[in-house]
């Protein structure tokens, strides 16, 4: 199995931007022929999924992050980034990279990447 290492996440100010990226471990094709997802993890709240990015580049949104956030891939470098814009409180949260739907056959979970919005 791969390891998935996230960071980017940082104190940031409602209205704000903050681009997060991940890097896989492991072989280029295992990577560039799966989908990639971000997901996040709030104090008290399950993990969600905030949005999918398929091999071939085709993306899903959560709706609470439509239109504010977007997902890119670069498959060369093992990567996988969330530009996040006009941020909100309520995107505080641990951000993870992952396959979707995750499976620890090809990634464990990484340690994640603290994001905190002040109001």
């Known amino acids: 199995q791969g390891q998935l290492v996230e960071s980017g996440g940082d104190l940031a100010q409602a209205g704000g931007s903050l681009r997060l990226s991940c890097v896989a471990s492991?072989?280029?094709?295992?990577?560039?022929?799966?989908?990639m997802a971000w997901y996040r993890q709030a104090p008290g709240k399950a993990r969600e999924s905030v949005v999918t990015?398929?091999?071939?580049?085709?993306?899903n949104y959560a709706d609470s992050v439509k239109g504010r956030f977007t997902i890119s891939r670069d498959n060369a470098k093992n990567s996988v980034y969330l530009q996040m814009n006009s941020l909100k409180p309520e995107d505080s949260a641990i951000y993870y990279c992952?396959?979707?739907?995750?499976?620890?056959?090809?990634?464990?979970w990484g340690q994640g990447t603290q994001v905190t919005v002040s109001s």
């Open positions: 992952n396959t979707d739907p995750p499976s620890l056959n090809v990634y464990h």
């Open positions: 492991g072989m280029k094709w295992i990577f560039s022929t799966n989908a």
């Open positions: 990015i398929l091999s071939g580049g085709s993306t």
